[in-house]
C-alpha cells in the first residue's frame, strides 16, 4: 500500500508544474508587454503618430482599421500556435505590437517627449493594478468565466455601432471609447481565467494576457496623457 507522503507526491508535483506553467505564460505577456510599451516610446517620436491620429479623424474608419489590424493578429498568433506554425505566428504577434505600438504612440503625441516616461509609468502601474485586481477576481473566486470571451465580443460590437455614430455626432464617440475599454477588461478576466484552467497552454495564454493587457493599456494610456497635459 502505498504512504499518504507517497499519495500526495504526485499530486504535488502536478501543483508545481502547473504554477511553473502559469509563471511561464506571465513571463511571455510581461515580455511582450515591455517590447510594446518601448515601441511606442519609439513611435511617439515619428510621423506614425500623427498618421494615426489623421485615421482616428474620421472615427469609424479608425475603429474598423483597427479592428481588423488587431483582430487579424490575434487570429494569426493563436492559429499559429495551435498549428504549430511559429511564422504565422510571429507574423501576428508582430501585427499586435504595430497595432498596440502605433496607437500608443498617438495617444503619446499628444504630449511633449520629456512626458513620455512619466506618462507610461503611470499607465504601467495603474494597468497593472487593474490586472492584479483580474487575477484576485479570477483566482480568489475560482468562478467560471469562460462566458467573458462572449461579452467582450459583444462589447467590441458595440464599440463599431457607437464609433459611427460617434462619427456624425462626436457625443456618442466617448461611449465607443468606454465600451472598448470595458471590451478588454473582460477579455482579461477571460485570459487570467484561461491560463488557470489550461494552464499547460504556456505560449497561448502568454499571448492572450498579453493582448488583453494591452488594450487595456492604451485606453488608460489616453486617460493618463489627457490629464497630464490640463496640468
Known amino acids: 500500500m502505498l504512504t499518504n507522503s507517497q ?27 515591455l517590447f510594446n510599451v518601448a515601441l511606442m516610446g519609439i513611435m511617439g517620436t515619428t510621423m506614425i503618430a500623427d498618421w494615426v491620429l489623421h ?3 474620421t472615427l469609424i474608419i479608425g475603429v474598423i482599421i483597427y479592428g481588423i489590424l488587431l483582430s487579424g493578429g490575434t487570429y494569426l498568433a493563436e492559429r499559429g500556435i495551435r498549428d504549430e506554425n511559429l511564422g504565422m505566428a510571429a507574423i501576428g504577434v508582430a501585427l499586435l505590437q504595430i497595432g498596440y505600438g ?3 504612440a498617438a495617444m503619446l503625441g499628444y504630449a511633449p517627449t520629456n512626458l513620455f516616461i512619466p506618462i507610461l509609468a503611470v499607465t504601467a502601474f495603474v494597468t497593472g493594478i487593474i490586472a492584479v485586481a483580474a487575477a484576485a477576481l479570477v ?7 469562460s462566458s467573458f470571451r462572449r461579452y467582450s465580443t ?7 455601432l457607437t464609433a459611427f455614430v460617434g462619427t456624425f455626432t462626436p457625443v456618442v464617440a466617448g461611449i465607443a471609447f468606454i465600451l472598448a475599454l470595458l471590451g478588454f477588461l473582460t477579455l482579461l478576466v477571460y485570459e ?11 505560449l497561448l495564454n502568454g499571448i492572450g494576457i498579453y493582448n488583453a493587457f494591452m ?11 489627457e490629464m497630464y497635459l490640463r496640468r
Open 7 to 33: 499519495r500526495m507526491a504526485p499530486r504535488s508535483n502536478r501543483g508545481g508544474g502547473t504554477m511553473r506553467n502559469e509563471w511561464k505564460s506571465i513571463g511571455i505577456s510581461t515580455a511582450l508587454i
Open 55 to 57: 485615421l482616428f479623424s
Open 102 to 104: 502605433s496607437f500608443g
Open 139 to 145: 483566482y480568489g473566486t475560482k468562478r467560471d468565466f
Open 154 to 160: 459583444y462589447l467590441f460590437l458595440g464599440v463599431l
Open 192 to 202: 487570467i481565467w484561461e491560463t488557470r484552467k489550461s494552464p499547460e497552454k504556456v
Open 215 to 225: 488594450g487595456v493599456f492604451v485606453h488608460i494610456l489616453r486617460i493618463v496623457a
